[in-house]
């Protein structure tokens, strides 16, 4: 009598028992599923952003009207309130800053359609406004033509930088500096193609035409719009002094008083990584909670499932004992049932979590990971919950009495 | 010749407590039963003949007394060495069969090698042998609902056979069959008897007691009577 047996017993019984092993099953497998569907899922999520944000680089800062993650209703009302910032505010903090040159702002509006002379584009085109420093700060690389220029701007120049999905979308090929592409009625000229990028949390940057700022406020902005500054420092050791320094400009530029709080967010890669990891430490608590009850339900139908297979076979056991089966390979042959029929649901769990999480992926654009720690820790879970959960009914099929185990009918 | 003495009971009492009553199952019983003795335990319902066969088996341990197992002492036994000692040394046969609904005949017949330790072929081997020796051989892939009240009695008797055991212990193994089948069956006892097993038959019907060599009459927790049977016959 070894482990292996007691094993190979164990799936005899699974298949003996059908019913009662699909219900034990399913409800392992769905709390597996949570906890384990939470965990790579979040992992998956922050190895992207992180991938993303380091994008940013390090010396760069953010002036924005609200954070760009927000949780919670009291700070949406106090967010709401703020005054929006607009282009005069950016082009006053720009003299005002003479730490760094490199001063960028933008904004973003939703999907638009871009026609050539050919085609229109589907509705769902990211048109940015942009400066010439935008190009500078977010590294953006150009495979073709140039980027916006300070001129364009001053002259303000129908002009445009435009995506490659953009452009495979409407027009044949991708030799197209110089054309005109409409947006919304206006006309731009093709002065330059992004380097292809990819996708971020299912936003292809390749799908976007960035056009001078001041034309996209007027012809595409309406009031409600407020713009985001990026601001580079010119290193590392200059980062605090000119985060000082703006803030110093921004309050004078808002007409702040000494003992207002900032009516502007400031963000760096660390504050927006921190509102991240909370965000998705919130995710892993939320799947964590959700897992852990449904566990917790899971293991409390277990324990009565296995009472009433203890009950259903108290002849067996009998017989057993009768035989020569001693108490504690009793109580071991109940315990590894209930552990192994837990582990072959905590498997079925993950494979359905790692089937979500693949499709997940798909439609995010995300990189599938195989988070070998969820995986373990998964096991580890359906285990322990199988020895917790088994160890009752299994201790009382121990200690029956073998005469009346065997007269009971 | 006196043959090799197995079970030697002296004076053993089992007593149940049933509220703040006392309740004497077994009063002061002595017995003693020899290597290759074929033995009917018989009584009523109520007689102790239950109690007595429990504690035969190592299923129970007297209240009081001496039992001494093939020289070991039983009433100290701890409930592992009466696992042990009933896997090594105890076939039991009982009125159900108690076979294992969902497992074939050969399964069925190694359950007590699988606690004994034995290897998975080796013990498959023997319990094969076992169940020719009981003459079923062509259905050792059978279940039990496959086979004839008969035939799983037989299972149940391999069963009891297959780890050579000093004693077979039949409680009523005819219970559940009828006539014919269990003159068959009785006939397989004879049988195992002439090949040198030890069998205590518990019954409390007078015809299936007849089979055995010596029969043991109780009453009241006590022996009444134990005589040869004079109309024993081999078969």
């Known amino acids: 009598m070894n482990i292996f047996e007691s094993v190979l017993m164990a799936f005899g019984s699974i298949r003996e028992h059908k019913l009662r092993s699909f219900l034990i099953l399913l409800s392992i497998s769905i709390g597996v599923f949570a906890i384990f569907g939470a965990g790579t899922f979040v992992t998956a999520i922050d190895n992207t952003v992180q991938n993303e944000m380091s994008a940013l680089g390090d010396n760069t800062f953010q002036i924005k009207r609200m954070p760009s993650i927000q949780m919670g209703r009291m700070s949406r009302r106090k967010y709401w309130r703020r005054p929006r910032i607009n282009f005069k505010q950016v082009e006053e903090l720009k003299q ?117 700022i001041n034309l996209y406020l007027k012809y595409y902005a309406d009031w409600r719009l407020s713009l985001n500054v990026t601001i580079k420092a010119s290193d590392k050791v200059n980062l605090d002094k000119t985060i000082d320094q703006t803030i110093g400009a921004m309050r004078i530029i808002r007409n702040l008083k000494p003992w207002e709080d900032n009516d502007f967010e400031l963000e760096t890669n660390d504050t927006i990584s921190e509102q991240f990891s909370g965000l998705t430490s919130f995710l892993t608590v939320f799947g964590m909670l959700i897992g852990i009850f449904t566990l917790v339900a899971a293991g409390i139908g277990i324990t009565n499932i296995m009472l009433i297979t203890v009950k259903e076979r108290t002849k067996e056991i009998g017989l057993r004992m009768a035989v020569g089966a001693k108490r504690k390979w009793i109580l071991l042959q109940f315990i590894i049932e209930t552990i192994t029929i837990c582990q072959v649901g905590g498997v079925i769990g993950i494979l359905i979590g790692l089937l979500v999480v693949w499709i997940a992926t798909i439609f995010t654009g995300m990189t599938l990971i195989i988070p070998i720690d969820w995986i373990s820790i998964s096991i580890i879970i359906a285990t322990v919950l199988g020895l917790v959960s088994g160890f009752y009914p299994a201790y009382k099929a121990s200690k029956l009495d073998p005469i009346e185990a065997l007269r009971y009918e | 010749m006196e043959s090799k003495t197995v079970i030697d009971i002296e004076n053993i009492s089992k007593i149940y407590e049933m509220g703040t009553q006392q309740v004497f199952a077994l009063r002061d019983v002595s017995l003693k039963i020899g290597e290759n003795e074929y033995v009917a335990l018989m009584g009523p319902s109520g007689s102790g003949k239950s109690t007595l066969m429990n504690i035969l088996g190592c299923l129970d341990t007297p209240t009081d007394g001496k039992y001494l197992f093939k020289d070991e002492n039983v009433k100290e036994m701890t409930d592992n060495d009466l696992a042990e000692i009933r896997n090594r040394e105890i076939g039991f046969v009982f009125q159900t069969f108690n076979l294992l609904p969902r497992a074939n005949a050969v399964k069925n017949v190694e359950l007590p090698l699988v606690y004994s330790g034995m290897s998975p072929s080796k013990r498959e081997e023997l319990a094969e042998q076992t169940l020719i020796n009981v003459g079923l051989g062509d259905r050792m892939d059978h279940k039990p609902n496959e086979l004839s009240g008969g035939q799983r009695q037989r299972v149940a008797i391999a069963r009891a056979l297959v780890t050579n055991p000093a004693i077979i212990l039949a409680d009523e193994p005819t219970g559940n069959l009828d006539t014919k089948t269990g003159d068959e069956i009785m006939i397989l006892f004879n049988k195992l008897w002439q090949n040198g097993n030890t069998i205590i038959l518990v019954t409390h019907e007078e015809e299936v007691a007849m089979h055995a060599k010596r029969i043991i009459r109780m009453r009241d927790g006590l022996i009444e009577s134990d005589t040869e049977n004079p109309h024993f016959k081999v078969k």
Do not use: C, H, M, W
């Open chain 1, 96 to 212: 005002r800053v003479n730490l760094t040159p490199f001063i960028s702002t933008s904004a973003e509006g939703g999907g638009e359609i871009i026609k050539s002379r050919y085609i229109s584009s589907d509705p769902n085109v990211s048109l940015v406004g942009a400066d010439d420093i935008y190009f500078v700060n977010y590294n953006y690389d150009l495979q073709d033509g140039r980027a916006i220029s300070s001129a364009d701007i001053e002259y303000k120049r129908n002009v445009a930088v435009v995506g490659t999905d953009v452009i495979k979308k409407i027009f044949p090929n991708l030799n197209v500096i110089g054309e005109t592409i409409t947006i919304k009625n206006q006309q731009f000229e093709i002065i330059g193609i992004l380097k292809e990028k990819g996708a971020v949390l299912g936003n292809s940057q390749d799908n976007q035409v960035i056009i001078p």
